[in-house]
Every structure is written in C-alpha cells, then in structure tokens.
C-alpha cells in the first residue's frame, strides 16, 4: 500500500455516511455539514485522517485499497447536495448541487509529497471552456491531516458548473474526477411528445408536426405543453416525453388520474437518470382526465419548477351496423375510381415539383461549395498579410508564434474543407486561435462566451459562419485601435434559435467606402446566408449589422436546436 493514502476513521466515519444515504433515500436528506465528504461518505472535520500505522487496520476497508480518492468541503447548511453520477468513458464521476451559490473546495487524498508530481488536474466550465488548464496540484496539510495531500482549489461559479478531473500521468486509469453545478433552474426542458398511434403505427411528435395538430390544438405559450390533447381510449400504444440534457439531477414523474370525480396519483419513474420516460397505455386505460407531472427529483424549487402535461382519454365512439359488401360495393368502385384518377394527376404533378426542387438544391448545394472554397483562400489571404506585416517591423518572435498559431488553424480549416457543418465547439476553436493570432499583432482585447445550456460538441452550424465577421471586427473595427480595442463574441440559446452577436468598439460602420465597409469575406457570407436560406427552408438564418455606440453583428440560426 502507498504510503501516505488517507482512508476514512473505522466504524464512526463509516455509520455517519450510512445515515446519510439512508436519510436521502427516505427524502429527508441533511445539510452537508461540518465535514469533507467523497464516494457519498462524508468524514468529520478535525477528526479524519490517520497516518500510515492507522491505516493498516482499516486495509479490508474499500478506500484503503484507492490509489487517488477525491474529497469535498461545501457549506455546512446546503441541502439536498447530491447529484448524479456522471460517466466518462470506464469512470463515473460525482456530481454536487450547489444551489446556494456558496464555494466548494475539493482535495485529493493519495496525492502525496512523493507523488505530487505524477498528477496533473484541469477545470472546465459549462463541458465547453477549459478555465484551469492541466496543472500540478498543491499540498496542503489541514483537517488534522499527519501527511499533506493534494489541493485543487476552492471553486465559486453562480449559475454554471465546473468538471473538475485529476489524472495520473503515467497511467490514465489511476483518474477521478467531480462536477460541481451552480445552476438554480431545475425545471425539466422537454424536448417533445410522441405518441404511437396503434392504427397507423406512427411516431408523432405532437409539439413539432402538421400531424399532431389532431390531437392539440392548445399549447401553453410559457412552457410550449400542450393543453387540450385528447385521443381515444386503446388508440395509442402510449406515449414518450424526452428531456434535454440533466446530467447533474434526476428527475422524478407522476401522474394524476380523475376517473368519475374520483383522484389518484400514481408514480410512473421516482428517479430518471434517462433522458426520456414512457407512459404505457395500461396507466391511462379508463377514459378520464390525466395529467403527467414532472420535477427535479427532491422537487428541488417547488411547483413552479415542474412541467405538467394535461390530457383526456376520450370514450370510444359507437360502432355503427355493418353493412353488406353488395350494398356497398358500387360506392367502393366509384370511390377506388375516383381515387386513381385523383391520384394519377396528384402524382405527376408531385414528381415535376420534386424534381424541380431536387434541382434547385443541388444547384444551391453547389453555390455554397463555391463560396465556401472562397472564403477559405480569402481567410489564409488575410491571416498571411498579418505574419508579413510582422516580419517588416523585425518581430521575429511574434512571427514565429503567429505561424505556429497559422499552421494550426490551416490544419483545422484543411481538416474541414468538404464539411457544410462543424460542431459549435470546433468553431469555436478556429475563431479563437484566429483571435489569438490577431491578438499577438495589434494587443486588443477580445472574449468568446457561450450559454451554459448549449451543449457545444453535439450543436452543429455551418462552417466558417462567424470567421469572415469576425475579421472584420479586427481589420475595419479595433485594428486602429490597438490595445484599446475591444471584440465580445456572445453565443446564446433562445428557445430553439442560435444567436451569435459579434461586437466590437471600433468605427468600420461608419466608413463611406462601401467596399472597405463590407468587406470582401462579408458580401461573400452574405450570398451563402441567402443560399443557406434556400437549402434550410425551415430553418431561416438572418443577418443585421447594427450601430450604437459600438458595432453589434448578429446572426440568428432559427429553429435550429
């Protein structure tokens, strides 16, 4: 066993964390405490740490066997802390909800003077921007600990969360990691409806298609639920309720039956890890009125941060007398005949508009190839016209870093050449070595933010979108300016749509040139926007280029996630 791993301390520190997870299973979780908790085991302050001696008579004891155990200290009032256990590839890391804003320190036992130097740690903020990046921990020696341990910090981000992972350099299986998540909205995000109709057989989407406008014609205008969906009883096979991401919490459904003036509420999941749960028909068999509830699961935020979903399962209709097939053959032939003749003329009239608009696609797709195998040229052009401008004034340094950052974004924009779409995070990627790269030049100041609830790497955009703007920005706006200029590229979700607003506190607006003013890149993003709009009918994308006391470009992908 190495020395210096610090263990939990017998029997009391052990029965402390079984009370603990006996009370949360009851829903009558306590506050933190005064103590360092890890693995949902909490260990009492002052009293926690035994040298090596100690630790031998413990060796039977699972955290006496860990080579790297990650510990937490957060505000001894904070209620239902616990959150999910989050994967990462073969590990599961410990999430904590912190919804009180207040700090979280987190420390790593195992981590040693002999050791230190084998591990390094990161954070990243929102699964998108790296805030730390890897470093060597610190010791520290604190909580009547005999050795010093490994200290990552002491962690404070209202409204957003943090991954915290510590790895072993030489041997990436010795890693463990914790996500400390400030968020205070816990209400469910429904990602849509799907109800299985048992005649048809079809998945719909009730929310988001022409055909679930026969089961809804009411939504509420807050939360997007539907209000007035009816349907017959045994017409479904049941239906699905998906959520966006909650990696962090679960969630837990209910649903409230009112069958002849009588109530009953049953419980359909006290704990969805998923991202979706299923009603099945045998929970809403009886015609009535039902209404699925959903909340974080401890109902952290009360009624106003639950989503519910009203419907009526209506009475089947009576059958009617059947009627004999010689009484009813002649208005079949009549109808079949009719039928064919309709749809003879439907269907050659629907193949001339389908090949039409397959033309005008591929006519469009072309276009857009074209532009885009523009904008890439027009990009290297700009960004080599800066290293030159570099080599005349003899900043050999600043050269060689600018080529460096020059030879990576050529590799990314290489790598990328035949994609019309790039994940938000490769990007953003490109756009802030390009950034960084102008930076070095002309000393502005420059920030790229995203809206915590984007998920970066699974949010896809045209490539290159945002790159011929912000050159832009940095040629016409703040060049001027040097280090008084400043650049902020905003990216922020509303409902479904993608707002970038790229802005910057220069004067190009102004400039009577119109050509200066618009910028060759710029006419060029102009014409693949309106291509764009061609190709993504649903899905419009708008530009407008603002003046205020600052210049504001914003794009907005509608519909989009």
């Keep these: 066993m190495k020395k210096g791993i610090l263990v939990l301390i017998g029997w009391l520190t052990l029965g402390m ?65 616990f959150g999910n256990r989050v ?14 804003s207040t700090d979280a320190e987190l420390m790593a036992l195992g981590i040693t003077k002999e050791n230190v130097n084998d591990y390094r740690y990161h954070v990243v903020e929102n699964d998108s921007v790296e805030v ?62 799907f109800i299985g109709v048992k005649k048809t057989g079809e998945r719909i989407d009730i929310t988001n298609s022409k055909a679930g406008k ?12 539907p209000l007035d969906l009816k349907f017959f009883a045994d017409s479904l096979y049941g239906f699905d309720v998906t959520f966006m991401h909650h990696e962090t919490y679960a969630y837990a459904a209910y649903l409230v039956k009112e069958i002849g003036g009588k109530k009953d509420t049953t419980l359909i999941n006290d704990k969805i890890l998923d991202n979706y749960i299923t009603v099945t028909p045998d929970m809403f068999k009886s015609p009535g009125r039902y209404k699925v ?53 439907y269907y050659r009239r629907n193949q001339v508009k389908l090949l039409r608009a397959a033309q005008e696609k591929q006519t469009a797709g072309l276009k857009l190839q074209s532009i885009r195998a523009q904008l890439n040229p027009h990009f290297m052009f700009n960004a080599l016209t ?31 050449g035949n994609e019309e779409l790039l994940s938000l995070e490769q990007e953003i990627n490109i756009l802030d070595d390009y950034l960084q790269m102008e930076q070095l030049r002309f000393g502005f100041e420059f920030k790229i933010t995203v809206d915590s609830t984007i998920n970066s790497a699974n949010a896809e955009i045209p490539a290159m979108l945002l790159q011929p703007f912000a050159e832009n920005a940095v040629k016409h706006g703040v060049a001027i300016l040097k280090e008084n200029g400043k650049i902020d590229i905003a990216i922020t979700r509303q409902e479904k749509d993608l707002l970038f607003c790229i802005t910057d506190n220069g004067k190009w607006i102004d400039k009577s040139n119109d050509e200066v003013v618009s910028g060759y890149g710029l006419k060029l993003s102009e014409e693949r926007i309106a291509l764009l709009n061609q190709l993504y009918k649903g899905q419009p994308v708008t530009l407008t280029i603002t003046k205020q006391p600052v210049t504001v470009v914003c794009i907005r992908l509608s519909n989009w996630i």
């Design 293 to 345: 509830i959903i909340w974080s699961f401890g109902k952290r935020g009360g009624d106003s941060q639950s989503i519910k979903i009203p419907f009526e399962v209506l009475t089947p209709p009576d059958k009617k007398a059947a009627i004999t097939i010689k009484q009813a053959l002649p208005y079949i032939i009549a109808t079949l005949t009719g039928v064919v003749l309709l749809f003879g003329g």
């Design 386 to 416: 800066s290293i030159q401008n570099l080599v005349n004034k003899n900043d050999i340094a600043g050269a060689n870093h600018y080529l460096s950052k020059f030879a990576e974004l050529t590799r990314q924009v290489l790598d990328t």
């Design 132 to 193: 730390v990046p890897w470093t060597k921990p610190r010791l520290e020696k604190k909580y009547g600990a005999k050795y010093p341990y490994g200290f990552m910090g002491k962690f404070n981000r209202p409204g957003k969360q943090l991954l915290v992972e510590v790895v072993n350099i030489h041997d990436y299986n010795i890693r463990d990691g914790v996500i400390f998540d400030w968020r205070v909205n816990f209400k469910p995000q429904v990602g849509g409806i």
């Design 214 to 225: 026969g089961y809804v014609k009411k939504f509420d205008p807050k939360t997007g639920m």
């Design 17 to 81: 964390g079984n009370v603990f997870k006996a009370q949360a299973q009851q829903g009558d979780e306590p506050p933190f405490g005064h103590v360092v908790q890890g693995d949902n085991i909490g260990f009492l302050d002052d009293q926690l740490w035994f040298g090596q001696k100690e630790i031998q008579k413990y060796k039977d004891n699972r955290f006496a066997k860990k080579t790297l155990f990650l510990a937490v200290k957060l505000n001894p009032n904070l209620k239902y802390f």
């Design 87 to 100: 994967y990462s590839i073969s590990k599961q890391y410990q999430s904590y909800i912190i919804a009180d």
